[in-house]
């Protein structure tokens, strides 16, 4: 058995207190538990309530993956991730649910530290490219494993991911601005792999080691002409090839889960 990731966990069940678990061993740092924030407002009009596992089923068959081998249950050891976008008429904070292949939320991913002035912003017009991103990606219970900083672009992306204690795990790098997109994963400046998109639009992604080979691929998926013409939400489908070790498992995982809001946010991008 593998260990878990790195992240913050109850001392004990239920108990208020979290110690950081550093990927082999427990440390001295501790929080208290507190309540999930997120940039969510209330006068964001989401379109539909829960999610229906028939519709995560299809998403699963319009990407063309099948069943896949047993997971472990968490977002690092799934090999199938079926990303949600919450659908929202109204949107000033992005919001994704993560579902294993059999329909079991195993995470979330939530857009934090917005100020109101910036909320106003992407309420009157489309500027979110020029803005600074932050996301927490979440495990299933709750508690953040990854967070992602996406500082303003003017030309290109740039992700900075670290662990929730400020420990840096790499960057996630824009490679060019013409063709079809292209991202390395750096670590200490060093590539480890990256993501390729494979036409102009970037809907679609291979994932690659630093090797070139596929270890995962990405593939948005069609959810109906209603919700994809009038609303900002994207749902995908990430099929992991093989078990994967960090840094390169957290690399995969939240460029995977962030490509849209992180990544790019622009007009050649998923939405």
Known sequence: MTNPQPGWYPENPGAPVLRWWDGTQWTSHTQPVQQQRSDASAWEVPLHGAHDPARLKEQQRQAGVGQAGQGGGTLFTEPVLVVNQ???????????????????????????????????????????????????????????????????????????????????????????????????????????????????RAWNFAVLDHTGAEIARITKTWEGFAKTMFTTADNYVVQIHRRLVDPLASLVVASALTVDTALKQDDRGFG
């Open 86 to 200: 919450k659908v929202k008429l109204i949107e000033l904070a992005n919001e994704y649910a993560v579902f294993d292949q059999h329909g079991h939320q195993v995470g979330a991913v939530v857009q934090v530290g917005q100020s109101a002035l910036k909320k106003v912003a992407r309420f009157i017009g489309s500027v979110d490219q020029f803005l600074t991103h932050r996301l927490e990606v979440r495990d299933a219970q709750g508690r953040a494993v990854l967070v992602l900083t996406r500082p303003a672009k003017i030309v290109k992306s740039r992700v900075v991911v670290e662990r929730p204690d400020g420990q840096p795990v790499g960057e996630i790098v824009q490679d060019n601005m013409f063709g079809k997109i292209r991202f390395s994963f750096l670590v200490n400046g060093q590539s480890i792999g990256g993501l390729q998109a494979e036409n102009w």
